[in-house]
């Protein structure tokens, strides 16, 4: 059983930027993968972002590329997702999620999700 809780979600104008953190705990094994999915409100759930847990390897989706780095901080068991240059089509609850295996960037493809995280782009 893994457990994910992510922070850092709020109010923010275009252009600006903000971390999205995702605290991990539970049992976990080397081969995990963690990642960041978003969903805007009437539209289903979309993949952001994921690193692999042993080959620190990342994929991004295509419409964040260039602005959204994602990172792993093993000592503090902690994900985050740093974006920056928002726009308003970000909108989105942000939640972080887990599978164990390599990355994918499917929804039904992990195993494991975070409660979410409202982040708002005024424009």
């Known amino acids: 059983q893994v457990q994910l809780v992510e922070s850092g979600g709020g109010l923010v104008q275009a252009g600006g930027s903000l971390r999205l953190s995702c605290a991990v705990s539970?049992?976990?094994?080397?081969?995990?993968?963690t990642g960041w999915f978003r969903q805007a409100p009437g539209k289903e759930r979309e993949f952001v972002a994921a690193i692999s847990g042993t080959t620190r390897g990342t994929y991004y989706a295509d419409s964040v590329k260039g602005r959204f780095t994602i990172s792993m901080d093993n000592a503090k068991n902690t994900m985050y997702l740093q974006m920056s240059s928002l726009k308003p089509e970000d909108t989105a609850v942000y939640y972080c999620a887990a599978r164990y295996g390599t990355i994918k960037r499917s929804v039904n493809e992990y195993d494991y999700w975070g409660q979410g995280t409202q982040v708002t782009v005024s424009s």
């Open positions: 539970g049992r976990t094994f080397s081969g995990y993968t």
